[in-house]
T-cell receptor
Framework: QKEVEQNSGPLSVPEGAIASLNCTYSDRGSQSFFWYRQYSGKSPELIMSIYSNGDKEDGRFTAQLNKASQYVSLLIRDSQPSDSATYLCAVVGNSGNTPLVFGKGTRLSVIA | NAGVTQTPKFQVLKTGQSMTLQCAQDMNHNSMYWYRQDPGMGLRLIYYSASEGTTDKGEVPNGYNVSRLNKREFSLRLESAAPSQTSVYFC????????????FGEGSRLTVL
């Protein structure tokens, strides 16, 4: 059973701070990694994808991948109250058209 | 551009009733998926279809059936609903196999009494 683990939170950070969200995965052959944001009552929306080791930056968001440690993280700089949501980590294996496996999500609360 | 459209958005059933959740995408994606989301459980895959004419079980397929009617449409059927199937159901399609992101519908909230 391929697993994706996340701390369920809630993670509370003050406005303007850096929020750090972490995810570990069990399938060492995993190749593709995604971070989705889900507001309460809404569907998940993609905010970052990463496929190779290192950092990938997009605006206030940075995804970090370390395949040796089977670890992927999401940093949100200058956190805003509008960033308050549940963040879902998703992982794809390396064999053919493998579906995404999701973690249970981390609930982030940004305090104004 | 509609993206992924699910119907109905809300449904209340009695135990033992049957119903079908409909999903259609207009992005010409090959792969389509049905997930359910329960509090504290994240998104769990029920069934998926890698291409028109194929379907495969996911993590929690019991109590469900699916039909990939054509490339656009992928339906989920509950033959005899149970209270344990009370959940929010999301249909999704995938832009590109293996590396592509999922695009989600707005979700269908199902309550089984």
């Amino acid at each position: 059973q391929k697993e994706v683990e996340q701390n369920s939170g809630p993670l509370s950070v003050p406005e303007g701070a850096i929020a750090s969200l972490n995810c570990t995965y069990s399938d060492r052959g995993s190749q593709s990694f995604f971070w989705y944001r889900q507001y309460s009552g809404k569907s998940p929306e993609l905010i970052m994808s990463i496929y190779s080791n290192g950092d990938k930056e997009d605006g206030r968001f940075t995804a970090q991948l370390n395949k040796a440690s089977q670890y992927v993280s999401l940093l949100i700089r200058d956190s805003q109250p509008s960033d308050s949501a549940t963040y879902l980590c998703a992982v794809v294996g390396n064999s053919g058209n493998t579906p995404l496996v999701f973690g249970k999500g981390t609930r982030l609360s940004v305090i104004a | 551009n509609a993206g992924v459209t699910q119907t109905p958005k809300f449904q209340v059933l009695k135990t033992g009733q049957s119903m079908t959740l409909q999903c259609a995408q207009d992005m010409n994606h090959n792969s389509m998926y049905w997930y359910r989301q329960d509090p504290g459980m994240g998104l769990r895959l029920i069934y998926y279809s890698a291409s028109e004419g194929t379907t495969d079980k996911g993590e929690v397929p019991n109590g469900y059936n699916v039909s990939r009617l054509n490339k656009r449409e992928f339906s989920l059927r509950l033959e005899s609903a149970a209270p344990s199937q009370t959940s929010v159901y999301f249909c999704a399609s995938r832009r590109q196999e293996h590396t592509g992101e999922l695009f989600f519908g707005e979700g269908s909230r199902l309550t089984v009494l």
